[in-house]
């Protein structure tokens, strides 16, 4: 899909439907829309005072062959309150328009953007909102959507001397948005299509192309550096594990002292539960346990683009949670790479495990502030369903970075507790921790205390995205699935460091 810049009039646009955003209020058209209530001949007057055109919400009005516009189609979507109006809205507003107009067939489109929004934000927020809301899911469905798509979309409304920074919001939007589709189509795919040695490849592949330094360490090296936890959970499977390691260096050295910023990603490829396996229904959900690990793929990739002037390295320890014959059993004592010893009562719990070795090894390569991304609890759902990611760290100013990045990025995340005293859950009786909390409730909270035991005084922030990296329904702005989440928030904290 292209998507350019349209400096013409309203009236002059020669598209297959020009689209534009209503607000919800008794004031009637006003600005641009009264423009185009004058060009239609008082239409959009009349659809406001009979009530059907309301302005709320994600509301679509579709008025075919609209009378003095060139544009076969004529396509509102309501924007909720005026006052309201964000990037965040406006995202969501673009994807709606791109979903409508794909699903009736419609080929190109061009978005004018209201009066006083022309600028780089606004053309990099829409540009997201088209980008992630055109990826489907139907790479193995014999009949592809019957072959429907978007070949081009416009952003119009912008001056002559705005268009610099229209084409700066595309270009930038376009390269965070890709980096979010690119995440998503790792996370659907199957646990037989994506392996850790599997993903282990397209990662290098990708590195390479961008031209980012990758080093992968197969079985025999994990195990040379005595990364206990993650080999502890690849052990009952017949797929090698795999550590991933990215690194984005920037051009000019940043000064001394700089942060390095380590990413660690949860990549469990597929999730029995292990011996303490998981029940059958929904299992098949469990292929998306290595979103973390995904987008914080994803973020390299767009990084590299964008190319912040600050060091990052990502790490993705990769593996199938499996109850084999070699399985590790409830009650097993491991030894960590930092020399931690773990009891692991609960094989479930196993992202924790292995992103005890993926934080140390992270601190080890030189990172000194960390963020750690993963599908850690289901406890996660039962406290912010899908709607927040439940953040968590170890450094407030570290994490309110992060929470002004999320709301710049337009992804909701929520911060929870750290309290000492849930750090007491996890003491171990036969080792030195273990892996679920013995009090009742928490589960998140203990989850996140567990990593932060590898973290130790690195500023370190933890993302539970479970609830959050996978859609049950399709939205109408984006389809069911892999939603790429906190990859927005992540590349946004970078390029403010
Ligand atoms: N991958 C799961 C968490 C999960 C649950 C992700 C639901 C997405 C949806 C994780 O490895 C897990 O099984 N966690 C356990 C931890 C428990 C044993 C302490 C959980 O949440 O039940
Ligand atoms: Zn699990
Ligand atoms: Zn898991």
Request: charged letters at 25%; a neutral charge; aromatic letters at 6%.
């Amino acid at each position: 899909m292209q998507i350019t810049l349209e400096l013409k009039p309203n009236a002059a646009l020669d598209t297959e439907a020009l689209v534009t955003y209503v607000f919800e209020d008794n004031n009637g058209p006003q600005g641009r829309i009264a423009e185009l209530d004058q060009l239609t001949g008082g239409l959009l007057s009349r659809l406001h005072k009979s009530g059907e055109l309301t302005g709320k919400s994600l509301e679509t009005t579709l008025i075919h062959a609209p009378a003095g516009l060139k544009a076969a189609r004529l396509l509102l979507i309501g924007a909720g309150k005026r006052e309201q109006l964000n990037t965040a809205s406006l995202r969501k507003v673009a994807g709606v328009a791109l979903r409508y107009l794909k699903s009736r067939s419609v080929h190109n489109f061009v978005f004018a953007v209201r009066e006083s929004a022309a600028n780089e934000e606004t053309a990099q927020a829409i540009t997201e909102g088209f980008v992630t809301a055109d990826f489907e899911t139907d790479k193995y469905k014999s009949e592809k959507k019957n072959h429907k798509s978007i070949d081009s979309a416009a952003i119009a409304g912008y001056s002559d001397s705005e268009k610099a920074a229209g084409e700066k919001g595309i270009a930038r939007g376009r390269i965070i948005a890709d980096a979010q589709n690119f995440a998503r189509d790792l996370v659907n795919e199957p646990s037989n299509k994506l392996t850790p040695k599997i993903l282990a490849e397209k990662a290098e592949a990708m590195a390479k192309e961008a031209g980012l330094a990758v080093e992968v360490l197969d079985e025999k090296k994990i195990a040379d550096l005595k990364m206990g936890a993650l080999l502890s959970v690849a052990q009952g499977s017949v797929e090698p594990p795999r550590m991933i390691v990215i690194t984005y260096t920037p051009a000019q050295a940043p000064k001394a002292g700089a942060p390095v910023v380590g990413l660690v990603g949860k990549a469990v490829t597929f999730d029995t539960g292990g011996i303490s396996i998981k029940p059958a229904d929904g299992m098949e959900k469990m292929k998306y346990d290595m979103a973390g690990g995904a987008t914080m793929i994803g973020i390299m990739r767009a990084l590299a683009a964008l190319k912040p002037n600050v060091k990052v390295i990502c790490v993705v320890p990769a593996t199938e949670n499996m109850p084999g014959g070699k399985a590790q059993k409830p009650g097993d004592i491991q030894t960590a790479m930092s020399g931690k010893t773990i009891e692991v009562l609960n094989t479930d719990a196993e992202g924790r495990l292995i992103l005890a070795d993926g934080v140390h090894y992270a601190k080890q390569l030189g990172a000194t502030h960390l963020i750690d991304a993963a599908t850690l609890t289901g406890a996660i759902v039962v406290a912010l369903a899908n709607v927040n990611v439940g953040v968590f760290g170890s450094d407030q100013a570290w994490t309110d970075k992060l929470l002004a990045s999320a709301k710049q990025a337009g992804e909701k995340m929520w911060q929870l507790p750290m309290d000492d005293e849930y750090r007491e859950f996890i003491k171990g009786s036969f080792a030195d921790i273990q892996n679920i909390g013995s009090g009742k409730g928490g589960g998140s909270i203990t989850g996140a205390w567990f990593i932060r035991e590898f973290a130790g005084d690195t500023p370190w922030i933890h993302l539970d995205i479970a609830g959050t990296a996978w859609n049950d329904d399709a939205k109408p702005w984006l389809a069911k699935g892999p939603t790429g989440v906190a990859l927005r928030t992540i590349v946004q904290l970078v390029m403010s460091l």
